[in-house]
């Protein structure tokens, strides 16, 4: 992320945009692309349990869950979608969207409800969704468990995200699959599958065109929009800062209905802001964390929970800007952290079989966080 800062400044140095932007950039910055790396350091250095990380998520599910016929009944019963927009917005520096109260939003393709919760747009809310049931799924408590995983198989339902429909079909099924990689039967049940797959291969890659044009046209507008935005944001990267990038995002032309040049996508936003070297400088850690949970997961639950959340990181980087969505999705940031840390998750597992949200030691000389004078702390 500090490279991201370096390619930031530089870039702004090319196109000569003046210290006042430079330092606005910065800030967006600080509380974007910084705060991946802060949440994964705090999560890897302090002994934060994940059961506690997992009940809060679920008791947000919990709440949402009350909400979700108040917001129902709000669109058929006509009320207005939006309800004020906080006077926050000020000094927030974005959009009104990150600061305003919605009951319900209105597709504009389908001219039908669309809900985006307590995110600020409703791809995003899937995101959040997504991050909530792999929590869901790792809550001991059952009654927190159904709670968790209605309210966000719902929420990914009512927020329309097609991308947030794949990651439920897909990673929790990913996920199981990767973490058995070395036991025989699946192995052999690979074997036969891959066998299989070959024979028929020109039937499976009909299929899977058909869905593509069918997960493309589910929202034709939005396709368009967004194809449209990535051709702009890589021929203007390679003819005009192929290294070090624009520096800061450009307002679209009416064929991308005035987005941003950029949004709507992680990697294509960093080669037109950030260049080769932003977009190198995500790539990596994200690679590499990518391998070291893969075989973190073939002996830990924990290892397995961050996994998921990494896969789903992954997959919504190409279809929203992550720094945007930092401040959701800390918690699945938290959880990667604490799973690249091996020498402390290990000694929290001392603690799954017990209550999550009471202290997990009943002896406190057993807490291996014991300061040298003997007095526990907790977190």
């Known amino acids: 992320m500090l490279v991201m800062e370096i390619a930031l ?30 949440f994964i350091f705090i999560g890897a250095c302090l002994p934060i349990r994940p059961e506690i990380i997992y009940r809060a998520c679920c008791k947000v599910c919990g709440q949402t869950l009350l909400l979700i016929p108040i917001l129902v009944i709000a669109y058929y019963a006509g009320l207005p979608g939006s309800l004020y927009v906080s006077p926050l917005s000020v000094v927030g520096g974005s959009g009104t969207e990150f600061f305003e109260v919605q009951l319900f939003g209105i597709n504009p393709e389908t001219h039908g409800p669309r809900w985006r919760f307590f995110a600020p747009w409703a791809p995003a809310a899937g995101m959040v969704a997504n991050i909530y049931l792999v929590f869901a799924l790792q809550e001991k408590s059952v009654f927190w468990k159904s709670v968790g995983i209605a309210a966000s198989l719902l929420m990914c339902l009512m927020c329309q995200s097609r991308v947030g429909l794949v990651c439920v079909l897909f990673v929790t099924l990913s996920v199981w699959i990767v973490s058995r990689a070395t036991k025989p039967k699946l192995l052999l049940a690979g074997g036969i599958a891959t066998t299989i797959t070959g024979i028929s291969f020109s039937m499976l890659a009909e299929i899977l065109d058909n869905v593509v044009a069918d997960f493309q046209s589910a929202r034709a507008g939005s396709t368009r929009v967004r194809s449209a935005l990535a051709r702009i944001a890589i021929q203007r990267w390679q003819d005009e800062a192929p290294m070090w990038g624009h520096g800061i995002v450009e307002r679209g032309s009416h064929l991308v209905e005035y987005m941003p040049i950029g949004s709507h996508h992680s990697w294509y936003g960093l080669l037109f802001v950030k260049g080769a070297i932003g977009a190198i400088a995500l790539a990596i850690p994200l690679v590499l964390s990518l391998l070291y949970l893969l075989v973190e997961a073939q002996q830990s639950k924990l290892g397995r929970c961050a996994l998921a959340c990494m896969l789903i990181i992954s997959l919504f980087s190409m279809s929203e800007n992550l720094e945007i969505l930092a401040y959701l999705f800390w918690p699945a940031l938290i959880i990667i952290g604490s799973a690249l840390n091996p020498n402390h998750h290990l000694s929290l597992n001392r603690s799954l079989d017990r209550d999550p949200c009471q202290n997990s030691y009943e002896n406190p000389y057993e807490n291996p966080y014991e300061n040298p004078e003997g007095a526990p702390s907790h977190v």
């Open 9 to 38: 400044i530089i870039g702004h140095l090319d196109f000569e945009l003046g210290p006042l932007k430079m330092i606005k950039s910065t800030f967006g910055w600080a509380k974007g692309w910084a705060l991946l790396a802060i």
